[in-house]
């Protein structure tokens, strides 16, 4: 990584009631860097990247984006911290009110004020790169499998052509072909953009395709990071329980007495 | 000490649920008058809201005003001479409290329940986060255009529900106790006055923002998956029909109180 980071986090803390999600995390995203977040469900993962987006307002911390604080924002200047960023939903999240082509170009439309027939052909355009048909693009979102719908989230999510690309576990529920074909898919992307990404996923296959860098986050704080390729011999309990995905390690699954 | 704890915390509850709502009215408020105002999106939703309803509304009226005059006959001839008064009371009571009453729950219920649960929806499968991400703030994108189209359609729906209410007592006065029907129209048009109609109308564009009003509210902050979707959908027809009687008994103190 070099010169000043794209996003850096500092301190982050969050949580609901007595359930203290994110404990004091730290960790810094370069310019056109990919880093994956790894760790087992309800570690936090999902909350660490809506702190980032702005989606959820931390307790405590910071979180920077260009070296710009971005928590404690009004309203009004999130939304243009907003325009930097684009995300793939785990659900996809859809606007099921509205075609395929429309769901596209919804932020370029509304975010960015383009008109319907130019924002259309950036959208069909966009839709082409992702490997949809346009004929795909006068269907409704409810018409489509999940792994359809999966490549219009990524090409909603890629075509205001964002700085910052948030994917929320891109591969889950998905089958592991097209898990694949999404992963390569957030790799053309993310490197034809030039743009920086964040992901989180527990799909060990998917981060060690997409990420330049890995971070495992364990209990709200991030425990390991570096290279993709070193994960396996990170010489850390945690993180080798974690990617062979084994019961028996430090980590306990802890199962709440009700 | 513990049953003071609960009252405690039930006051506390219903504090933070006031301050809430306050809030979240504040916010759809300022959003309907601040640009960009969606007008495509009102035009759809005063659609839904106005001339979709006309069938239940209209088929609602017609029967309330048959039943009144039927009720008004049968008990006002106790009275000598109560019966020549049917076609003022008739009037009088569609105009002032049975059309803005009866069309506003009418509406309440199959409104009040469409927006709760199309948010709702929205908000458990992250199509509300996605707006955001999309530099499109939800409360101008699916709040305003509602709270808008509702204040205009209610009044429009409660004309004309007054309109059908009082032919439906002139059917019955004319055609099943044999009135004359030119004197009966006439009693009612010398009676009516203009303060009567205008009165109902500024309680039903009340009633129409608090449907919406409720619909939203309860359908942004519904979690929790189908049953809080549910439970949204609930909260918002019981909220609503409890407010429009209680608003309706404020508003006719305020507006007949000289």
Known sequence: MSGAPKIAVRGLKKAFGDNVVLDGLDLDVGVGESVVVIGGSGTGKSVLVKCIMGLMEPDSGSVKIDGKEVTGL???????????????????????????????????????????????????????????????????????????????????????????I?????????????????????????????????????????????????????????IWQGAAKSIDQSGNPYVDQFIHGRAEGPIQMEIRAL | MNFLGRIGRVFLGFCTGTGRLTLFTFNGVSHCFRPPIYFKLIGKQFLDIGYYSLPVVGLTAIFIGMVLALQLHTGFSRLTGGESAIAQVVVLGMTRELGPVIAALMVAGRIGASIAAEIGTMRVTDQIDALSTLSTNPYKYLVAPRLLAAVVALPCLVLIADIIGVFGGFLMASYKFGFNPSAYLQNTADFLQTDDVVSGLIKSAVFGFIIALMGCYHGYNSRGGAQGVGAATTHAVVSASVMILMFDYILSALLFSS
């Not at chain 1, 907003?82 to 596209?104: E, H, I, P, T, Y």
């Not at chain 1, 069909?124 to 359809?148: Q, R, Y």
Request: aromatic residues 6%; contains cysteine.
């Open chain 1, 166 to 222: 948030i994917f929320d576990e891109p591969t889950t529920g998905l089958d592991p072909i097209m898990g694949d074909v999404i992963n390569n898919l957030i790799v053309e992307c993310v490197r034809k953009l030039g743009a920086t990404a964040v992901s989180i996923t527990h799909d060990m296959a998917s981060a060690h395709k997409i990420a330049d860098r890995i971070a495992m986050i364990y209990k709200g704080k991030i």
């Open chain 1, 74 to 164: 009004s309203r009004g200047e999130r939304e243009k911290a907003m325009q930097k960023f684009g995300m793939l939903f785990q659900g996809s999240a859809l606007f099921d009110s509205l075609r395929v082509w429309q769901n596209v170009a919804f932020g370029l439309i509304q975010g960015h004020g383009m008109g319907q027939a130019e924002a259309k052909e950036v959208a069909l355009k966009t839709m082409g790169a992702v490997g949809l048909d346009p004929e795909v693009g006068e269907l409704w979102p409810a018409e489509l499998s999940g792994g359809m719908q999966k490549r219009v989230g990524l090409a909603r999510a890629i075509a205001s052509k964002p700085e910052i």
